[in-house]
């Protein structure tokens, strides 16, 4: 699951009397529903993937991992090219784009044409989503707000909770004998009236003198990440070769390069990609490391937990699907009290609180699994999810008001970026190590007999893992700021802060 950036998004003053800005925001919440639904829906539908198209499982990964790989390197040249170019036009281009992607996902002929279609569909995302938040900013004034993120809240809930149960019903309901397709092809009439309307109903806003785009920053993020990601994710299957740890290797000198290529673009012009100096404040680098390795738990954990499931124990995508009912569920109530009633109480505690809950429940996981077996059954798995999911909860939603509590005011937009950026490259390098901690314990070729008793021994083997990041996570989080004070006032600077190098936006007509 990932946010979208609120510190994109400059303070305007739009005019109150146009009901117009109502369909607007429809419009842009169900562009955020899609993106949040598309994430978890495809999980669902990995197992019916690789059955029906004879994908190996790195391609499977890389159906996962290609999407949140190119979003994650897209997000913020995404927020510039909206601020440059306006967030309309960019917005209209993405949703027209990720549309134009999934019916290209949707009609894959060979799972090397669905990953590549993949990689475009998470490169629209990120060009669509860096926009919503601008938009309503740019839309609606100041006292209405408060309802509208409201509602937001409400709408990534909701995209928690139904994109498992809608993937699992599609790819169950086999319509039109497309099998697993409309989980995909779902989108096109959705996204073709986004399309319509949007441009019709959104009010185009700019913001004249943002900076510029940091071209060789993205390359060299895309590089190391790649040169980082290929030989996790194909290393098993190939014998991990020589070349795999080269490039492995090369991937940190590329971050170095990186590193060094910002710190001078920064000292020539003042817009580099990432403003480095955001990470002597010792509480945002503690918290851009809790959502990096916080995603990668995640990424790790739902891939695995699919896999689990439908080939393991042989469960149908539907019984799956409703298997993380309580997940979700419990996940959405946590993360409302989290914000609402414990985190102004007690800070940085609640956090630390919801990673220890969250390991407890994937180590009451991890005792079933191993206990029961290929009997296990949905309601035994329940108590262990609704733990997790409380954790989970009682983390996402306070996290990044938390980290940016201490980021100076004039970089609020940079910090908020780079958090959802770290979240997602976190979860592609989960998805990538899935072919060592759960893979990595299976030997194939496997006989029909004995593939559930190996994806078991996997799963609990991955779970050992994720429980270890967890515990990594609440010592990371001794680093964040302690008091609900701060949290406020961090909440409602990253509210009011325009981004880095933004002045007030330029409404056009």
Known sequence: MHSTDIAHAPTPEPATGDRRRWFALAIVMTAAFMDLVDVTIVNIAVPSIQRDEGATFSQIQWITAGYALAFAAGLVTGGRLGDIHGRKRVFLVGIGGFTVASALCGLAVNPEMLVASRIFQGAMAALMVPQVLSIVHATFPAHERGKVFGLFGAIVGLGAVSGPLLGALLTEGNLFGLEWRPIFLINLPVGVAALVLGSRFITESKAPRALKLDLPGVALVTLALLMLLYPLTRGRELGWPVWGYVSMAGALVAFAALVAYERAKGARDGSPLIELSLFRVKSFAAGIAVQTVFGVGLGVFFLVWTLYMQIGLGWSALRAGLTGVPFSI????????????????????????????????????????????????????????????????????????????????????????????????????????????????????????????????????????????????????????????????????????????????????
Not at 333 to 362: C, D, N, T, Y
Not at 415 to 426: D, F, K, P, R, W
Not at 428 to 449: K, M, N, R, T
Not at 481 to 486: D, N
């Open 330 to 509: 419990a996940v959405s109530v946590a993360a409302g009290m989290s914000v609402q009633q414990l985190v102004p109480r007690f800070g940085r505690k609640v956090l630390q609180a919801g990673a220890l809950v969250m390991a407890a429940g994937v180590l009451i996981y991890l005792a079933e699994a191993e206990h029961y077996g290929l009997a296990v059954t949905s309601w035994q798995m329940a108590l262990p999810l609704v733990v997790m999911g409380a954790g989970m909860g009682l983390i996402v939603a306070p996290l990044t008001d938390a980290v940016l509590s201490e980021v100076p005011r004039e970089h609020a937009g940079s910090a908020s970026g780079l958090i959802n950026t770290v979240q997602q490259m976190g979860h592609a390098l989960g998805l990538g190590l899935v072919s060592v901690v759960f893979f990595g314990v299976i030997d194939e070729p496997l006989a029909p007999a004995e593939v559930g008793p190996a994806f078991v021994d996997g799963f609990t083997h991955a779970l050992g893992w994720v429980a270890a990041v967890l515990g990594a996570i609440f010592l990371l989080m001794f680093a964040l700021p302690k008091r609900p004070a701060q949290h406020v006032e961090g909440a409602a600077a990253v509210e009011e802060a325009p981004a880095a190098g933004d002045k007030e936006p330029e409404l056009v007509p």
